[in-house]
């Protein structure tokens, strides 16, 4: 039994998050896979970044989507800067990535981008919550793999899933249950909990025979992997 770890935001307990050393530090620490968060600036940048509003982690105020890509630049994130997709792309070096869209715009953007830079393609899949924006992507570019993620787990998410064309779930692990995991696999589906930050979450991980957790703490969670999962 193999389980994915994915670095939520990259390794925010060891530089701000979403940023390009907290996904060196993911790596480093031993992350399977890269999580981010995709936004669209004023001048249609994808740049990587959570929040709707640059007020928790930067220096500045207001909503992202009024910042255009040289403004964000101006920015401090705990002495970092704001960046683009592409710069996250080519600074992970083909490290396999989940990116989750945050904007209504996000999907266009992307498609626009695979359509000029088409060997990305697998490097990535796509999640989100927003059923439209999956089938905006879908109907777009439907060669990208699709994920559908939502707070909470349940059969009907997992058939929510599978009508999407999506190839995995990202679900609430608290949430999780023997009998929704086995349906999620039943129905041709990767299944990944989140968040898992402790030792008794990855027991439970594996306990539900996840394909993948997502956690905070890299550091912390890839030893516990590798103790209770040995080579």
């Known amino acids: 039994m193999a389980l994915v770890l994915t670095a939520h935001r990259g390794s925010p307990d060891r530089a701000p998050e979403n940023t390009l050393p907290a996904f060196a530090a993911a790596i480093a620490a031993g992350a399977d896979e890269l999580e981010l ?25 207001g909503p992202l989507a009024d910042f255009s890509l040289a403004e964000l630049r101006e920015l401090s994130v705990s002495g970092e800067r704001i960046a683009t997709f592409e710069e996250v792309l080519d600074a992970v070096a083909g490290h396999p990535l989940q990116v989750e869209l945050k904007a209504p715009k996000a999907a266009a953007r992307l498609a626009a981008l695979l359509r000029a830079r088409p060997e990305l393609e697998d490097q990535f899949r796509v999640n989100t919550g927003e059923t439209t924006w ?36 990202y679900l609430s692990l608290p949430d999780l249950t023997h009998e929704i995991v086995r349906y999620a696999h039943g129905r041709g589906l990767r299944i990944t909990g989140w968040l898992a930050n402790t030792e008794s979450d990855i027991e439970r991980a594996l306990d539900l025979g996840l394909d993948g957790v997502t956690t905070d703490y890299v550091s912390v969670v890839r030893p516990v992997i590798d103790r209770l999962l040995p080579v």
């Open 37 to 61: 968060d995709l936004q669209v600036t004023t001048d249609d940048q994808l740049v990587v970044f959570h929040d709707q509003t640059v007020d928790r982690i930067t220096d500045g105020t």
């Open 134 to 169: 999956l089938a905006d992507l879908h109907r777009l570019r439907p060669s990208t793999r699709l994920a559908y993620s939502a707070e909470g787990a349940s059969t009907s998410l997992v058939d929510r899933a599978v009508g999407l064309g999506a190839e995995a779930v």
